[in-house]
C-alpha cells in the first residue's frame, strides 16, 4: 500500500528582508528604489531623534534596539538578509553596532557613506577633529559664529560666553548651550541666495559645520566662500575597520545584487 500524499501546498518562502538604518537622505532614497521593485521587503529603522520624519516608502520601525546585542536579535526575528546602513556620517555608535551586529547572526552589510566635501578655490577651513577642537579654534577666528554642528553636542561650545552664536537645527538644540545663543529651527535644502542672506542678516564672521557631505545642506560652504568667511570643519569619525564602504545609492544596489537571495530582483538594473 502507498503512503497518502500530503495534498498541503510548501508555505511560499518570505520575500527577502533588507533592513536600512536611515535617517539620511540617501536612506530615503534607497528605501523608495527598494520598495518599488516587486518581491523585496523593506524595512527603514530610524532613531527617532525627529518627531515628524516624513513619509518613508517601505516598513519603518523606530528607536534603539539596544546596543549591538538588541539589534543582532532584530536581525534574526525578523530574518534580515541584508543590512544596510545609511546613517549620517556622524553617527558613530549605531555604525559600530551594526558592523558587530551583522558579523555575530552572518548577515550581509554594507555602510552606504556620502563623499565628504572638498575645499576648493577661495575656501578659508580651518579642519578640527572633534567639536571640542572646533571650539577651542573660534575665539582667534571671530566673534559672531553660525554653528551647524546639529542640535545634539552644544555642550562643547558653551563655555565660550564671549562669542555671539546662531544655531539651526530642525529639533530645538539640547542645553548646555553657549550664554549668548540664537536658535534657528529650520530643515534643509537651503540654497546658496539663503545662506548668504542668513550670514550677512546676522553679521557672521566665522561657520562651524560637521564634514556631512551631500547637497542639501552644501549651500552654508558656498554662501562662505562669497564671503570670505573662515569655516571650521569637524572632520568624519573614523570606519570601523574592514566595513565595506560604499558611497551611493546604485552601489548598494549592486552590492545587495550579489547576494543569493535578491539576485534575480534585477536591483541595479534600470
Ligand atoms: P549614534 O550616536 O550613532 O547612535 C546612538 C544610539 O542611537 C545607537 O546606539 C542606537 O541605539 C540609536 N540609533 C541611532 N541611529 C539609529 C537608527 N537609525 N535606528 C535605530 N536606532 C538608532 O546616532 P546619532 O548620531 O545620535 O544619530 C541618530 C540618527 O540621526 C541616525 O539615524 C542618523 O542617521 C541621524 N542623523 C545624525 C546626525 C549626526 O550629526 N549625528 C545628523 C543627521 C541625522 P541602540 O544602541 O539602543 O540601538
Known sequence: ???PTSSRPTPPRPAPHVLILGGTTEARRLAADLAARTGVRVTTSLAGRVTRPGALAGEVRTGGFGGPEGLAAWLREQHADALV????PFAETITANAVRAAAA???PAV???RPGWQAGPGDHWHPAASL???AGLLPALGRRVFLTTGRLGLAAFAHLSGLHFVTRSVEPPEPPLPPDTRVLLARGPFTVA???ALLRDHRIDVLVTKDSGGAATAGKLAAARELALPVVVVRRPPLPPGADVVSDVPAVLERLERLERLE????SGP
Open 1 to 3: 500500500m502507498s503512503r
Open 85 to 88: 546602513d545609511a546613517t549620517h
Open 111 to 113: 555602510i552606504l557613506r
Open 264 to 267: 534575480r530582483l534585477g536591483l
Open 132 to 134: 571640542a577642537e572646533a
Open 105 to 107: 547572526t552572518g548577515t
Open 194 to 196: 539663503d545662506e548668504t
